[in-house]
């Protein structure tokens, strides 16, 4: 078999770029290790920026997200007992959508397919060759048989736990990581939402984030121990640790509902550099994970792929130096984002230090933050998105 581009991951990453792709007469096929099912259930990202938006929708594939999707325009932060909205439209002109992952991730699913496009689930057994030479490869099993799928270029869509970062020798990417003494263990309830807007709260007890999926469904995390046990907690439990952490003297309830699902998410930054080696170009969560704090994983995906499949387009059209600025254009956003969620992740969450100090700076920064229009704008002008030629050259 042969493509131009071979795409490992069907995930937002790599679903968008073959779908990019497509619309610039370039082929490619998708290999993915889950069922589309799975790919399609799985509960991750819900805050769409609105250069996120404005992509899907200029590409063909925002109608549903145009119908379905939350448009907010604020949100919260709570912190001593007391709520301060950050009007995020007023200070920068933007806003954001709420809108699940798995529903972009179905609605690219739909358009790949429509469009004739290959997206091969369950695929086994992924390891790729030549990658330094100028014809790649890919091979699996699928359907019980080995395959070799020979393509110009293999695009690393595989998520923090793919195979094609570790398939690059030692030594040739330098990474960079921090982990957090915290998790988030995450619901979806069918509950509906009683805030219009996201919440998130700084409290004693620890971190807590209150968010929506549709009119009919809440999505909330806690902080929690980074190694947490769910056995160990009970729906009365988790609902009485979001009534403590989330409400306010004004009035303000949480509706509880039945628990739909339920997981821990770590808390980590990485980010390997370059994104390219070679043939071989690692996009979205394969190159660097955020903590979600901040929004921004699925976002930085989306940009990824979005300078990706026009480098290619370029390089395809005779500008072969095209591809050399892949990795440095991507990074500058990267590390603006890991900057701005490791800032939300440390203002907001507990550190169990027992440094009264540290707690007093995190007030004091919530504080200015709240009070401030120009710290509160640069808060604003991050959770909505930067423009997508932040960071490129004049
Ligand atoms: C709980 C949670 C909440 C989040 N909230 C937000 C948010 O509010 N906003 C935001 O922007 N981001 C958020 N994120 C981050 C966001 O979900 C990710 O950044 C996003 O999924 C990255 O997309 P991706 O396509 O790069 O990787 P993934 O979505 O991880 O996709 C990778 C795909 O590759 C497949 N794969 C893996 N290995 C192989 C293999 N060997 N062969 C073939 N296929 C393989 C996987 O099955 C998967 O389908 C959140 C993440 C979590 C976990």
């Known amino acids: 078999m042969r493509t131009q581009v071979g795409i490992v991951g069907a995930g937002p990453a790599g679903l968008l770029l073959s779908h990019l792709l497509h619309r610039l007469g370039i082929e490619s096929i998708v290999l993915e290790s889950q069922t589309r099912r799975h790919v399609e259930e799985r509960v991750r990202a819900g805050v769409l920026e609105q250069g996120t938006v404005d992509l899907l929708d200029a590409s063909g594939v925002g109608e549903r997200l145009a119908r379905e999707g939350l448009v907010h325009h604020g949100i919260e932060l709570r912190f001593e007992g007391a709520s301060h909205r950050i009007a995020l439209t007023d200070l920068t002109g933007r806003s954001i959508t709420v809108y699940g992952q798995q529903e972009v991730v179905k609605d690219l699913i739909r358009a790949r397919l429509d469009a004739g496009g290959e997206i091969a689930f369950e695929v086994s057994d992924v390891t790729l060759s030549g990658v330094d030479s100028a014809s790649p490869a890919i091979r699996y099993r699928h359907a019980g048989e080995a395959r070799v799928l020979d393509c110009d270029f293999i695009a690393g869509c595989d998520g923090f736990h793919g195979v094609c970062r570790p398939s690059i020798a030692p030594g040739v990417l330098t990474e960079y990581s921090r982990s957090y003494p915290f998790a988030w263990l995450g619901i979806l309830a069918s509950a509906a939402p009683t805030s219009p807007e996201l919440i998130y709260a700084h ?69 390997a550099e370059p ?12 190159a660097h994970i955020v903590p979600p704090t901040g929004a921004k994983g699925l976002n ?95």
């Not at 009970?234 to 339920?262: C, F, K, M, N, Y």
């Not at 994104?275 to 394969?286: I, P, Y």
């Not at 100090?357 to 007030?363: A, D, G, S, T, V």
């Open 203 to 271: 409290h004693e007890r620890g971190f807590a984030l209150y968010s929506m999926r549709s009119p009919k469904v809440t999505r909330l995390y806690l902080q929690c121990a980074p190694d947490e046990d769910l056995a160990r907690w009970s729906d009365e439990r988790i609902w009485s640790e979001l009534h403590a952490r989330l409400e306010t003297s004004d009035g303000w309830r949480l509706a509880e509902g039945p628990i739909l699902q339920r997981g821990v998410t770590p808390m980590r930054s990485f980010v």
């Open 300 to 394: 930085l995906a989306v940009n990824d792929v979005r300078i990706l499949a026009d480098a290619l387009a370029s390089w395809y059209a005779g500008r072969k130096g095209a591809i050399d600025d892949y990795s440095p254009r991507c990074l500058k956003r990267v590390w603006r984002a890991e900057h701005f969620s490791w800032w939300m992740t440390s203002m907001l969450h507990r550190f169990d230090h027992g440094d009264p100090f540290h707690q007093k700076l995190q007030l004091a920064q919530l504080d200015y933050v709240t009070r401030s229009k120009a710290a509160a704008a640069s808060l604003a002008e991050n959770y909505v998105g930067l423009p997508f030629d932040y960071g490129e050259a004049p």
């Open 275 to 286: 994104m390219r080696v070679g043939r071989l170009f690692l996009a979205g969560d394969a």
